[in-house]
């Protein structure tokens, strides 16, 4: 008794331990009601009911669950034809797009489509293909000729803090601000030489080793003694306001900056090793990117 009740136990915990993995297992392909809600969408189409079409179709696209490239090939093309006939033209472009990228050798039945929409289609695929964002779409290529990549440039500045305490607009030359470091650079150029030029004026007063100065001169001491005030309060000024422009937009010491170039596969530049830059392949938005990285 006592054996087949421990058999018992460990035969209904062997089958938990079976059966609980396979009942978490998320659900692979369409569902019934998803497979239902095509075939009513297939009709619909073939019946030229487009609005019904649209609004039977996008909730399977959206799920994700269409597992068959052709059977997802076709969905898109009813769904852009669909856009197209009720007068969504952005829309039946942004759909048609999307096929494209999978599949930019398709065509549209000529003798299934009207003309109209044919050349709808075939003209925004020659539109993203001179743009790049589809492969050379003749028959039998595909992904041939240049590409639109997502370029990606890693950026790290070294720039230390004490060097924005430096004057002479060395911050705003640092922040990539040339124009701003040149103006800085040349007030402060200004405040100093005049600084300078009047200390050495007043000192040129002076009699002999002693600091008095004779009485007819006094007025033009006291002028010179006024442009000293005068530069040295330039310098300090555009000192300070220097300093704290310098920090206040300092960039981050690492930036990534992105753009979108045409680049043919075969012509994709070496990698550089003397100042540490790598170049790699990132995923992008729109497929397979090419990647910049390094120090500046």
Known sequence: MTRRLWAGLCAALLASVAVGPASAAPPQGLTVEQRQRLGEADEAFRYQDYERTI???LPVLESGQIRDPEELLTT??????????VGALDAARTEFGVLLKERPDHRLNKLFYPPGLVSF???HKKWLTD????GDARPGSVLTGPRRTLVKTTIERRVPAIAYLMPFGVGQFANGAPAKGAVVAAVQGIGLAINVGSWLGVQALK?????????????RAELLRALWWVGTGMFSATWIYSVADGFAYRPPRKQ???R???LDPDDVPTPRDASGVKLQFDPGPTGLGLGLSGAF
């Open 76 to 85: 898109r093309e009813h769904l852009g034809a669909s856009y197209w006939f």
């Open 121 to 123: 289609f075939e003209e």
């Open 131 to 134: 743009a790049g964002f589809i």
């Open 55 to 57: 609004k039977l179709l």
């Open 260 to 262: 979108w170039e045409l």
């Open 207 to 219: 009699r002999g080793k002693s600091n008095s100065i004779a009485a007819a001169d006094e007025g």
């Open 256 to 258: 990534v900056e992105q």
